[in-house]
Antibody
Framework: EVQLVESGGGLVHPGGSLRLSCVASGFTFTTYAINWVRQAPGKGLDWVSGISSSGENTYYADSVKGRFIISRDNSKNTVYLQLSSLRADDTAVYYC????????????????WGRGTTVTVSS | EIVLTQSPATLSLSPGERATLSCRASQSVTNYLAWYQQKPGQAPRLLIYDASNRATGTPARFSGSGSATDFTLTISSLEPEDFAVYYCQQRSNGITFGPGTKVDIK
């Protein structure tokens, strides 16, 4: 079964840090990009970051650039999202999602999603 | 940043009716437009990619059309499990999502 499982969420104070993990199984991890998408309570979807299959290329939304770092360990089928300088508006469910280009295009469609991990930033 | 606008915000329909959802982009995204379905408490699910291609497992009652700046998701006959929120997403220049259209039961 193709699966993505996120972990690492929790309650953190403003200005704090957290590292999220996304473990993949059921597919050839090294041939797919992975993205992180978040959803604040009661709100819509907000793309956060993406990393290419090799890890060579990384992408960030302007709202998190300089504060979040995405990386991957292909030997562990895992993608990480390091969150720093956290703010209240970073509070959300964070989903990891497999990225595909379906043969063309500069960025990704997200065809497989995890169940998400919740990050709450509050004092 | 490419901004996506979805209309209507809410669509109230009965099972068996046809649903027509719109997504408009602030500039051309060629055909790099996807549609997702999200039910309460669940992760989003990819329905349509590149404007009109059904993803694996997407029922035939779902169809997508459009190009450049104007796109439509049509559900030909609503089933009970189709009542959900639908998001469009572009991947032409970065990645952005629309605000969503909620399809609820009339």
């Amino acid at each position: 079964e193709v699966q993505l499982v996120e972990s690492g969420g929790g309650l953190v104070h403003p200005g704090g840090s957290l590292r999220l993990s996304c473990v993949a199984s059921g597919f050839t991890f090294t041939t797919y990009a992975i993205n992180w998408v978040r959803q604040a309570p009661g709100k819509g979807l907000d793309w956060v970051s993406g990393i290419s299959s090799s890890g060579e290329n990384t992408y960030y939304a302007d709202s998190v650039k300089g504060r979040f770092i995405i990386s991957r360990d292909n030997s562990k089928n895992t993608v990480y999202l390091q969150l720093s300088s956290l703010r209240a508006d970073d509070t959300a469910v964070y989903y990891c999602a497999r990225g595909r280009k379906y043969g063309s295009g500069p960025y990704y469609v997200m065809d497989v999603w995890g169940r998400g991990t919740t990050v709450t930033v509050s004092s | 940043e490419i901004v996506l606008t979805q209309s209507p915000a809410t669509l109230s329909l009965s099972p068996g009716e046809r649903a027509t959802l719109s997504c408009r982009a602030s500039q051309s995204v060629t055909n790099y437009l996807a549609w997702y379905q999200q039910k309460p408490g669940q992760a989003p699910r990819l329905l349509i990619y590149d404007a009109s291609n059904r993803a694996t497992g997407t029922p035939a009652r779902f169809s997508g059309s459009g190009s450049a700046t104007d796109f439509t998701l049509t559900i030909s006959s609503l089933e009970p499990e189709d009542f959900a929120v639908y998001y469009c997403q572009q991947r032409s220049n970065g990645i952005t999502f629309g605000p969503g259209t909620k399809v609820d039961i009339k």
